[in-house]
């Protein structure tokens, strides 16, 4: 069964872009969680989508929203980007997610470079 | 206010030796706790589980203890190979509403030396 997918895997754009990231889950997955990882911050939930629907959303302005179509598969996007969302854009996806308990399996990431 | 903490940052274990890693939580809601390892530039990759109900769970080289009463857990990897050279993450997700989201650590760097 192949893997959680992500394209790009990197990307640069510069302050005041918006920039789209994409995620493929694993075949029969139906929730995708998107992380940010910064040296800082460590590992931070962004959102969670199920059934195209998002259930769940981290502390992050509005500039980050995503979504999730029949498939599963889901996007993200951040508009008006700020030095500081240079990060690596993780997406997880897991069999059904709900109240946590299932494992999820994560992409490789999308680093993402903001100049 | 970080509600999953790894007060280790670094971890130096010889190969062959047992590597104990570390990880203490403050949300009581939390009844499900992960491992992930990760290598620098891919995503983390998935290790073991444990559910609040237990207080072990064994997995090849892998064991997860599971204290509730001190909110804390460990990783034991027994015995420790060059290849488990990583930066090792727990994570807890909770009861209720709380779907897809896993609350991460800072992390351990573990290094295991031939």
């Known amino acids: 069964k192949a893997g959680v997918t992500q394209t790009p895997r990197y990307l640069i754009k510069t302050r005041g872009q918006q920039v789209t990231l994409s995620c493929s889950p694993i075949?029969?997955?139906?929730?995708v969680s998107w992380y940010q990882q910064t040296p800082g911050q460590g590992l931070q939930f962004l959102f969670e989508?199920?059934?195209?629907?998002?259930?769940n959303k981290g502390n992050f302005p509005g500039r980050f929203s995503g979504r999730q179509f029949s498939n599963s598969r889901s996007e993200m996007n951040v508009s008006t980007l700020e030095l500081g969302d240079s990060a690596l854009y993780l997406c997880?996806?897991?069999?059904?997610?709900?109240?946590?308990?299932?494992?999820?399996?994560f992409g490789p990431g999308t680093r993402l470079t903001v100049l | 206010d970080q509600q999953v903490k790894q007060n280790s940052p670094s971890l130096s274990v010889q190969e062959g030796r047992i590597s104990i890693l570390n990880c203490d939580y403050t949300?009581?809601?939390?009844?499900?706790f992960l491992w992930y390892k990760k290598y620098p530039a891919e995503g983390p990759t998935f290790l073991i589980s444990?559910?609040?109900?237990?207080d072990k769970n064994e997995d090849g080289r892998f064991t997860v203890f599971l204290n509730k009463s001190a909110k804390h857990l460990s990783l034991h990897i027994v015995p420790s190979q060059p290849g488990d050279s990583a930066v090792y993450f727990c994570?807890?997700?909770?009861?209720?509403?709380?779907?897809?989201?896993?609350?991460f650590g800072q992390g351990t760097i573990l290094t295991v030396h031939p």
């Open positions: 997880a996806s897991s069999l059904e997610g709900s109240g946590g308990h299932n494992e999820q399996f």
């Open positions: 075949s029969g997955h139906r929730s």
């Open positions: 989508y199920f059934s195209e629907t998002q259930r």
């Open positions: 949300n009581s809601m939390f009844d499900y």
């Open positions: 444990i559910s609040s109900i237990k």
């Open positions: 994570a807890a997700s909770g009861r209720g509403t709380s779907y897809g989201k896993l609350t």
